[in-house]
């Protein structure tokens, strides 16, 4: 299978840098894949499960919060704000997470609070699934 070139970085790590054949990524429209010779493309990544196939054909997942994933010349260049393999979730915190933001939704504030809960939760269950899919 063709590989291409694909960088995964967050603030704090790399997370990968070198060659895939298979990369996905979760976006506003849903899970958006891409193989070698893609098409050029700059794409919003929202909280969800990244999975890639590096070229010796292992899976690797994690979950991603919100990012960008540029495709130019047939190398992807993922930048998010934080990533997480499954063994580095803690499932417990992840859920306290999701309840905390549960709260404060149901708290009736600002559009802007709303919005900020409503990602809080997002996160927190891309984590939950990516915990749980990893075992």
């Known amino acids: 299978m063709k590989t291409f070139p694909l960088r995964v970085l967050a603030p704090e790590r790399t997370f990968f840098d070198g060659a895939c054949t298979s990369l996905t990524v979760p976006s506003i429209d849903g899970m958006y894949g891409l193989m070698a010779q893609h098409e050029d493309i700059v794409l919003a990544i929202v909280p969800g499960k990244l999975a890639l196939r590096d070229a010796d054909g ?13 495709m130019e010349h047939g190398e992807a260049l993922v930048l998010v704000d934080t990533i997480e393999r499954p063994e580095e979730i803690d499932l417990h915190r992840a859920e306290e997470m999701a309840a905390e933001a549960r709260a404060e939704l149901k708290a009736k504030r ?15 269950i891309s984590r939950i699934h990516v915990k749980h899919d990893g075992k």
């Open 110 to 124: 600002s559009a802007q609070e709303q919005a900020i809960a409503n990602a809080r939760i997002a996160r927190a």
């Open 58 to 70: 292992v899976e690797q997942i994690a979950a991603v919060s919100e990012g960008v994933l540029k």
